[in-house]
């Protein structure tokens, strides 16, 4: 751990040493493209999903294809992102030198490097990648990369075959005209974010909404992907001159003196290039604000701002922000949407089962089903279903969990399916609340039947239901033993 991060330092180092002989503006406009181009490739391919699927016999091979060519884009983006953050803060304002090809391929290839070593911090952090490097004689560091291989690569070419699944099932809907709603509040969208967006900002959804209307209007009738604008000419652009300054102050990723150094009120995590929805990242705040000081000019990619304002209106929406980024009336939303959710995605479960032919009971108290109370309380049997014929009970643990992407991400959630407990009893992982549960049924099996009106029954089966690809699926620290793990898509199978 201590060399990895040494080693790290060392190459973020040598990274914005390296920049400091580019001019800012030059190379930043260079990367704006290469993202551009990166993310039409990728929209495009999603877009087309259906179509290629159609045209070819083999649909694994077509579909591994194109999870091969969204692997690479989203390196491509992940880099790129990384850099314009450190260019930024990096690169001489005035000066510089210009960039070309290989400048930007050398730049990508050390931002790639330094995300790619931060993440196996993490894996060694959680034992999921063994505390051993070799250093072959050229320089490169080598790892065992058997969780790479067996957890990770699975798991990400699954999300991306998911996400490709999605996006054909969609093409019929792509085709149509969307419909433009004047006010977010005639769209369906909880009021109660509505309101929370309101405390968390001070302006509207919607007046955030029609400012980025407005750039990309710009963008359109002047031809120009990428443009510069000052602060006065971003602010006349919103409802009012009020709301202008509190969304640009929301959105401008301002130029530090170093990189490195996080301004007041921020910490590492907020920029460190291994995470993602950092606070400071760029899909945070994707107005660019050239000069460090006095002046306030900014870069403008209207593509990459409506992509960062969309994702951090999803991340607000559905409570995926860290607690400790949100106000006070944002986290009582947060709260009310993972429940939600949570709820939601049971209701799925049971209505799904009910359909394949099973008979379902949801959210099911323990101290209901077995009729009598324990020393603690075991929480809820998310849905319950059996088939009388077969004799077949299932107990269903449903997971709509978030999508992890970094290697960190991936070890921290799986970190949560150990089937862990304190020696007390008084902390457990989500695993070890499932197989408590399962553990107590199977002990009162009698009094199950009875709740099930049911005369004998054999074997209580242990599942646990995701709404999409998640890691545990691939892991071998989630025995099937302990349960079996399914996909919404796949709960036929059972």
Not at 40 to 59: C, G, I, P, Q, V
Not at 149 to 158: G, Q
Not at 236 to 265: C, F, H, Q, Y
Not at 389 to 410: A, H, W
Request: charged residues 25%; hydrophobic residues 40%.
């Amino acid at each position: 751990m201590s060399f990895l991060r040494t080693l790290v330092d060392q190459l973020l180092i040598d990274l914005t040493d390296h920049l400091k002989h580019f001019e800012r503006k030059a190379l930043l406009n260079a990367l704006l493209i290469n993202y551009e181009s990166a993310s039409h490739s990728r929209d495009w391919w999603h877009k087309t999903a259906a179509a290629m699927l159609a045209l070819r016999e083999n649909k694994t091979e077509v579909m591994e294809g194109m999870s091969r060519h969204e692997f690479k884009l989203n390196g491509t983006l992940q880099s790129t992102r990384n850099l314009i953050e450190m260019v930024l803060c990096e690169a001489p304002l005035n000066g510089g030198n210009m960039p070309g090809e290989l400048d930007l391929a050398l730049m990508l290839a050390q931002s790639a490097q330094i995300f790619h070593l931060s993440g196996w911090s993490g894996l060694i952090h959680w034992d999921l990648l063994e505390p051993e490097l070799e250093i072959q004689p050229l320089g490169d560091v080598h790892a065992h990369h058997h969780f790479m291989d067996t957890v990770i690569e699975p798991f990400s070419k699954a999300s991306s075959e998911y996400r490709y699944a999605s996006s054909a099932n969609k093409y019929a809907k792509s085709l149509r005209g969307a419909t433009i709603l004047e006010n977010s509040s005639d769209s369906g969208v909880s009021p109660f974010f509505l309101d929370a967006w309101l405390q968390e900002f001070g302006v509207s959804l919607d007046e955030y909404r029609r400012f980025v209307d407005a750039l990309e209007n710009y963008g359109i009738e002047h031809h120009q992907m990428i443009f510069t604008f000052s602060r006065a000419e971003l602010i006349a652009l919103a409802d009012n001159s009020n709301a202008g300054m509190i969304i640009v102050e929301s959105l401008e990723l301002v130029a530090r003196p170093e990189w490195r150094t996080p301004p007041k009120g921020y910490s590492w995590k907020d920029i460190a290039p291994s995470r993602f929805k950092r606070r400071l990242g760029l899909l945070r705040r994707p107005l660019i604000r050239l000069e460090k000081n006095g002046g306030a000019t900014y870069l403008i990619n209207p593509a990459l701002v409506r992509e960062g304002f969309s994702s951090m209106v999803g991340n607000y929406y559905d409570g995926s922000y860290a607690d400790d980024h949100l106000g006070p009336a944002m986290r009582r939303y947060a709260g009310m949407a993972r429940e939600r959710d949570g709820a939601d995605f049971n209701k799925r479960v049971a209505s799904r089962m009910e359909q394949l032919g099973w008979k379902v009971d949801r959210e099911v108290r323990l101290t209901k089903a077995l009729q009598k109370g324990f020393n603690r309380d075991y929480g809820d049997i998310d849905v319950l279903a059996w088939n009388g014929n077969s004799g077949r009970i299932l107990i269903i643990e449903c997971k709509d969990l978030q999508f992890k992407k970094t290697y960190g991400e991936i070890a921290e959630q799986l970190s949560d399916y150990r089937g862990w407990a304190s020696t007390d009893g008084k902390k457990r992982d989500s695993l070890r609340k499932h197989l408590d549960r399962m553990e107590i049924l199977r002990e009162h099996i009698g009094e199950l039947a009875n709740y099930l009106g049911l005369g004998t029954i054999g074997n209580i089966e242990s599942h646990l239901v995701f709404s999409h690809p998640v890691p545990m699926m691939f892991s071998t620290t989630l025995c099937k033993s302990m349960a079996a793990t399914h996909t919404y898509d796949s709960l036929a199978c059972v």
